[in-house]
């Protein structure tokens, strides 16, 4: 049996005369020399516990009092051990633990409570020093020498070095024991019910009491405290409120009242009128608002002033990191849309407006590098969602001849498919989605409705995206401001094109891959190994280790899946589409063309990409892939016309058709008129000129020599001066037209 100072032990008593050392005890030495074991007696006595004398207390209480203090231990119990060894040996011994409460391992933050916690500390240092307290014990066999120690070390009186060693006895001797626990001394927040019978109402005195008792009257206060009868039925008139959100203060306690506190009513032509409440019958509203408030955690005080939808995403509780479950960089892709904060202008005339255009963002989780990005002037949509995952997958050298820009290349090795993306429900719920999925092997999630939260990267990404191009793009807005009114922009601030935008939205997209701040993702074993805290870095790190995810599709399939398909047909010189001619070296080897002019054109499949009209491509029926058809010089759009631009002119030109063929019957009824009227005068003066000729008329060849003459001015012609004339008139009738075609090229 091995015994040691401080230890807690419990002992069962047997039949054999042990049963009054039956307890729980804390052991103060253990001497085998003297064969003794000073202990003290944790728990109830019992029967053996000593009467301290006085009256006897009454069975029941005429009111509640305070908890009564525990009561103070600390008798010294020498106890043999060799009784102790054989109750050991039967088992009815045994070494326990008791753990304090947590309050004991907080600090001590109050100064009052470091003050008081301080002169414990000093008076009971004697107790605390073990060689101390055991030479003490065993020369003098009590206590005495060491309480007048401790009296004298910290000036206390001697109940006070009684309490503290109590405090000892009881949680262990320890420096901890001796803290302060006026938490338990009736602190605020502590129930003080009242009730007719029991405690009267706590705080302070009103006036019209404080008065009375000048005089020698003790008076009750008008309004009652607060009872237990009370609470409950303000609780339980608050719970009744079903409501998705609590009301205000005032509404709410407007509703307990009615509903718990009033009684009688009167009936008014059968409506029933609640009676007026009367003093003293009711609690006020400082009382129901104090139950409201202290009832309640603020946590629940929380989540009841708030919808649940807007909790859980902005208030909940945060138990992981956003790339919780994914492996690596390209595992899992977030996409989402947005309307961009800028007004742009138009590529055909830059004095047209177009609007705000639709900003896709694709977010790695794992790296949270942005690794494609789309800009269009249509609604989101799958259609425009494909087109983003072909500019994050697709060769960037295509993507920036596309878009007219050098691309950066920041993110290596180049990204390829995801093997999961998460997308809108709506993008989500389209049959456009699963047949994607199925054919390009992308498994496709989405966040519930109304949860952007959960899709958090993205959000903020759009956000940094706004508050980056706010300084320093004409035109852009930020709703945020208060001096611009909730979202007001100033449209005719705007100077750039879809195409320039995009080329500002790649430098801005790279800036943040390569500069960002990602140091808190960075764990030790990465750091170690050199990793770069930024998008960029942890992506390159990702996949040098091998955890990242990549896998190969075709280039084909990358066109034939996520680009918009459309229907061309091959005419006579090019493969026409949106008005536009598109040609190629393999068309023009097969001849294509000659084809269709000797036996009929004929439609083919084309896809396109929307924010360019320099190319299309359609399949290579003779060979394998896709034949990619550039823009003809003679094309009726240009290069770098998106396909939205290449529409609206086209609807334009259609739109005006009524107006155009309106001016154009106007000028030839105009000039018919002229003509008819030309042709009237002419015949009449011909009739004229018949009536009023004489002798013989010149034949054709004379007259003409003739007129020739008075054109040219000649007193006398003759038929090779008259060929002369007509070949230097000729002459200078084909300089002009050649003058006319050098100026139209100029």
């Known amino acids: 049996m091995d015994l040691m100072h401080n230890q807690v032990i419990r002992i069962l008593g047997d039949a054999n005369g042990t049963d009054h050392l039956e307890g729980i005890y804390r052991v103060i030495l253990d001497e085998p020399t003297i064969n003794k074991t000073i202990a003290v007696r944790l728990d109830d006595q019992g029967p053996n516990r000593p009467d301290k004398g006085g009256r006897k207390r009454a069975a029941v209480t005429k009111q509640k009092r305070k908890k009564c203090p525990l009561p103070l231990i600390g008798d010294l119990q020498w106890l043999d051990r060799d009784v102790l060894a054989d109750l050991h040996r039967k088992s009815r011994l045994h070494p326990i633990h008791i753990d304090r409460e947590a309050i004991y391992r907080m600090p001590i933050l109050s100064e009052d409570d470091q003050a008081i916690y301080a002169k414990r500390c000093t008076a009971m240092a004697p107790f605390l020093t073990f060689s101390n307290l055991r030479q003490s014990i065993l020369i003098h066999e009590a206590l005495g020498d060491l309480v007048r120690e401790a009296m004298a070390a910290g000036e206390v009186s001697r109940s006070y070095v009684y309490k503290q060693w109590s405090l000892l006895c009881r949680h262990g001797i320890a420096e901890v024991s001796l803290r302060p626990r006026r938490d338990r001394c009736g602190a605020p927040g502590v129930r003080r019910p009242c009730s007719k019978d029991g405690r009267k109402k706590a705080g302070r005195k009103t006036h019209k009491q404080r008065v009375a008792r000048y005089y020698g009257e003790d008076l009750d206060p008008d309004q009652p405290g607060m009872s237990d009868e009370w609470r409950a039925v303000i609780l339980a008139a608050d719970a009744s409120n079903k409501s998705t959100v609590k009301p205000k203060m005032p509404k709410r306690i407007d509703h307990i009242l009615r509903s718990g506190f009033v009684s009688r009513y009167t009936q008014v032509n059968g409506v029933l009128i609640p009676a007026e409440l009367e003093k003293g019958s009711y609690p006020n509203d400082q009382q129901i608002k104090r139950v409201l408030t202290t009832e309640y955690s603020r946590l629940e005080r929380l989540i009841a002033s708030t919808t649940k939808g807007h909790f859980k995403r902005a208030l909940r509780a945060l138990t992981s990191r956003n790339w919780k479950g994914v492996a690596g960089p390209g595992h899992t892709w977030a996409i989402d849309s947005t ?7 138009s590529s055909l005339n830059p004095a047209w407006i177009v609007g705000r255009p639709i900003v896709y963002v694709i977010v790695d989780v794992w790296s949270t590098a942005v690794v494609g990005f789309y800009v269009c002037l249509t609604g989101p949509s799958w259609a425009t969602a ?11 050298h295509l993507l920036g001849d596309l878009w007219g820009y050098q691309p950066i290349l920041c993110l290596e090795p180049h990204p390829t498919l995801p093997g999961n993306l998460l997308c809108d429900r709506g993008e989500f719920l389209s049959k456009g989605a699963y047949q994607t999925g199925m054919k390009l092997r992308l498994d496709l999630s989405y966040t519930p409705p109304y949860r952007p939260d959960l899709k958090g990267l993205v959000e903020v990404l759009h956000r940094i995206e706004k508050d980056a191009q706010f300084l320093f793009v004409p035109g852009a807005m930020d709703y945020r401001r208060k001096e611009y009114e909730l979202r007001r922009g100033h449209a005719a601030d ?44 942890l992506w390159r790190w990702g996949h040098a280790v091998g955890i990242g995810s990549r896998r190969d599709v075709l280039p084909s399939d990358l066109i034939s899946e996520l680009l918009p398909s459309a229907t061309g047909r091959v005419g006579l010189r090019s493969v026409q589409f949106a008005r536009s001619d598109y040609s190629c070296e393999q068309m023009i080897e097969e001849q294509w063309t000659a084809e269709s002019r ?14 360019s009209a ?13 034949l990619e ?26 739109m005006s ?22 042709t009237r ?44 004339a007509r070949d230097e008139a000729t002459d200078a009738h084909t300089a002009m037209m050649l003058s006319l075609l050098e100026s139209t090229d100029d």
């Open 386 to 396: 494909k087109v983003s995952l072909f500019n994050a997958v697709c060769d960037p």
């Open 629 to 654: 058809l550039s823009l003809m010089d003679e094309s009726f759009s240009s290069p770098e016309l998106t396909f939205d631009e290449v529409a609206e002119s086209i609807a334009m030109l259609s």
């Open 681 to 724: 005068s002419a015949a009449i003066m011909a009739d004229e000129a018949m009536r009023k000729a004489k002798g013989v008329k010149p034949s054709i060849r004379d007259a003409r020599a003739l007129e020739v003459q008075s054109m040219t001015g000649f007193a006398s012609a003759t038929p090779e001066m008259a060929q002369q």
């Open 614 to 626: 320099s190319r299309i491509w359609t399949p290579n029926m003779s060979g394998t892939g896709h």
């Open 657 to 678: 058709r009524s107006d155009r063929e309106h001016e154009r019957t106007l000028k030839l009824l105009g000039l018919m008129e002229q003509a008819s009227e030309l």
């Open 494 to 537: 705007s100077a750039l094109t879809v195409r320039q935008y995009v080329q500002y939205l790649q430098i801005l997209f790279s800036i943040y891959n390569l500069t960002a701040d990602r140091s808190k993702r960075l764990d030790a074993h990465m750091i170690a190994d050199g990793a770069i805290g930024t998008p960029a870095g």
């Open 598 to 611: 000797n036996f009929g054109g004929w439609t083919l499949p084309v896809h396109y990409y929307p924010g």
């Open 339 to 345: 309307v961009g904060d800028i007004y742009l202008r």
